[in-house]
């Protein structure tokens, strides 16, 4: 009998890789407004933005003061004064391009999907998320997504698993898991849900919290292992 039944994937950083498609986009959008994106700069704006997120995570602000945001404080370091909601919005064209695999997440999902109950659970732009699963051609191999921005809630608070749990037929906790690269997110999430969670780390990053993951793996391959 297996372990597990239901299999719960975080997206960026995961399945997909949203730093190669984050660096695209900042690339493109600051092409088309004829600004030099240096790599100080580059470095910033990813500071600025894991900020915010964590804030949003800890429930300190909402989705949109991350995403409307985030550009106008980066420039306002810099002494200019810009529309963080029209840099956004274009932002958010070039970013909803990007569908870049991380490698054998496709070849994983789609060995799975016979035998388990697979389903997206992310935090983020309800558009976004689903553009680019589509693209990338995860999209018919999960059985349902849950993105925070229409669940109301998001990783690592109790109701959004809720809300999750309730959407999955016959659901069965002991033998359900949550895989993501997010300490603070997916695997502080599916603690506090009362599931098992499995730590993708493909950077070998040490873990300095102290929220203990069931599993940690380096490769997606080495998930076969554990269920």
């Not at 909402?62 to 306002?76: A, G, P, Q």
């Not at 558009?127 to 993105?147: E, M």
């Not at 698993?161 to 300490?183: C, M, Q, R, S, W």
Request: negative net charge.
């Amino acid at each position: 009998m297996k372990k597990y039944k239901t299999l719960l994937f975080d997206v960026d950083n995961t399945l997909l890789d949203f730093s190669a498609a984050e660096r695209e986009a900042l690339k493109s959008l600051f092409e088309e407004q004829k600004i030099a994106l240096t790599s100080e700069m580059e470095q910033r704006y990813l500071e600025i933005n894991q900020g915010l997120w964590k804030s949003f995570e800890e429930g300190k602000i909402d989705r949109d003061e991350v995403v409307n945001t985030r550009f106008s404080l980066l420039f306002k370091e810099h002494g200019k004064e810009v529309d963080g909601v029209f840099l956004e919005k274009r932002y958010r064209t070039y970013l909803d391009q990007g569908h870049q695999l991380v490698e054998g997440a496709l070849e994983l999902a789609a060995s799975l999907q016979n035998e388990y109950d697979l389903y997206i659970v992310t935090n983020g732009v309800a558009t976004t998320q689903d553009k680019r699963l589509r693209a990338s051609g995860l999209y018919p191999l999960f059985k349902d997504i849950f993105v925070s921005e229409t669940v109301g809630f998001q990783k690592p608070m109790k109701q959004y698993f809720d809300f999750v749990f309730a959407k999955i037929p016959n659901i069965t906790l002991e033998k359900t898991i949550i895989i993501g690269d997010t300490l603070n997110s997916d695997i502080k999430g599916g603690y506090l849900a009362g599931i098992d969670t499995c730590w993708y780390n493909p950077e070998q990053k040490t873990n300095q919290t102290d929220i203990k993951p069931t599993y940690e793996i380096q490769n997606l391959k080495e998930l076969y292992n554990i269920l």
